[in-house]
Nanobody, 121 residues
Framework: QVQLVESGGGLVQTGGSLTLSCKVLGRIYAYRAVGWYRQAPGKEREFVANLQWSGSGAYYGDSVKGRFTISRDNLKDTMYLQMNNLAPNDTAVYYC??????????????WGQGTQVTVSS
C-alpha cells in the first residue's frame, strides 16, 4: 500500500521561501504522475502544480506560475515544491497526490495528510 508523507510547511513572512517535501512509502510503479494541491479555509481545493514521475510535463496553476517549482527525486521517491516570493494568499494546507496519470490527479490515487503553510504580512 502506498502512503505519502508531507513535510516542510511552516510560518514564513511575505516574500519568503519554503520547500515542501512529499515522501512516497511503498511500491509506486502503478502511479505515473504527482501533484500538489492546496486548500485555504473556506475555499475549494486548488491545483498548484503537477508533473510525471519521469520528470516531464510540469504544469502550474496561474496563481503560482513563476514563483513555485515542482520537482522529484526518483532515487528518494520524493516530490518537492519549491515556493518563492510567498504572499499571504498562499496560506493554505498543501497536499501531495499521486495517481495513474496527469488526467486523474486530483480526483484519484493517493493523498498525503497535508502540511500547513502560513504566510504573514
Amino acid at each position: 500500500q502506498v502512503q505519502l508523507v508531507e513535510s516542510g510547511g511552516g510560518l514564513v513572512q511575505t516574500g519568503g521561501s519554503l520547500t515542501l517535501s512529499c515522501k512516497v512509502l511503498g511500491r509506486i510503479y502503478a502511479y505515473r504522475a504527482v501533484g500538489w494541491y492546496r486548500q485555504a479555509p473556506g475555499k475549494e481545493r486548488e491545483f498548484v502544480a503537477n508533473l510525471q514521475w519521469s520528470g516531464s510535463g510540469a504544469y502550474y496553476g496561474d496563481s503560482v506560475k513563476g514563483r513555485f517549482t515542482i520537482s522529484r527525486d526518483n532515487l528518494k521517491d520524493t516530490m518537492y515544491l519549491q515556493m518563492n516570493n510567498l504572499a499571504p494568499n498562499d496560506t493554505a494546507v498543501y497536499y501531495c497526490n499521486t495517481a495513474n496519470s496527469l488526467e486523474t490527479l486530483g480526483t484519484s490515487g493517493v493523498w498525503g495528510q497535508g502540511t500547513q503553510v502560513t504566510v504573514s504580512s
